[in-house]
Structures are given as C-alpha cells and as structure tokens.
C-alpha cells in the first residue's frame, strides 16, 4: 500500500525540484536583464520577455498577485510577463513574474513557475523573489 504513494511523491518531487529549476534559471535571466533600455530582451530559450515597469514606488507591473503576495495562476497568463517552458523530461512549465518599482528605484521581482497538467495532479507552483538595484 505504501509504494503507490511512494512512487506518487516521488513524481511529486522531481516535478517541485524541476519547477525550481525552471524558476532559478528564468529569474537569472531577468534579473541580469531588469534594466534593459528597451524593457525587453530574448530569453535563452527564445522567448521575448518584459521586464520593463516605470514609475514612481510601489508601481507593479507583470503578473498580477494575489492577497499574499504569491504570483496568481487563475487568469490567463499576461503577454510579455510568462512563458511557457519545456523541461528535461518534456514536462510543460508556466513561468510568470510581477516586478514592482522600489523606493530607491531598485526592481522587486517575483517570479513562479508551476506544471501545467502534471501527471500526478499535485503539483505546487515554486516562487522567488528578488530585489535588483539599477
């Protein structure tokens, strides 16, 4: 009886740890890219991706969140801020980010990825976050 739930977790597991990944190596990108003059640049995986949020503190841009703060997966995904990844195993993954202005001009960046349709049902979307000064 306990194998079933075994091998469940342990597709859960690879699914969270693959989510993170997906998550820590877009985030990278972004961050690298935060300031970009045209507020765009082109991922490694060849997907044009906004980055560009102006205006005075506490001015969001991107992916809405919700009442936590955690990145929302309800609506559609927003143009520019989500792609659609594929992972090692031809997993699909959504990715989605909010950047926020800080008082010091700085970006705060919040980043999710989850499985779209995972196997196992149970996934959990992974999130970070991050603070970037210009």
Known sequence: ?????????GKLNALSDESAKMAQRELDQIRENAFAASGTFTDMDGNGLD???TGPPGTGCGNPLDATGEISFSAAPPVGFSAQLSGATGQLYSVRWNISVTANNGRKIVLAATPINPPTGLAS????????SP
């Open 1 to 9: 009886m306990l194998f079933p739930f075994e091998i469940k977790m």
């Open 125 to 132: 979307a992974v999130q970070l976050e991050t603070l970037v």
């Open 51 to 53: 980055v560009g949020c």
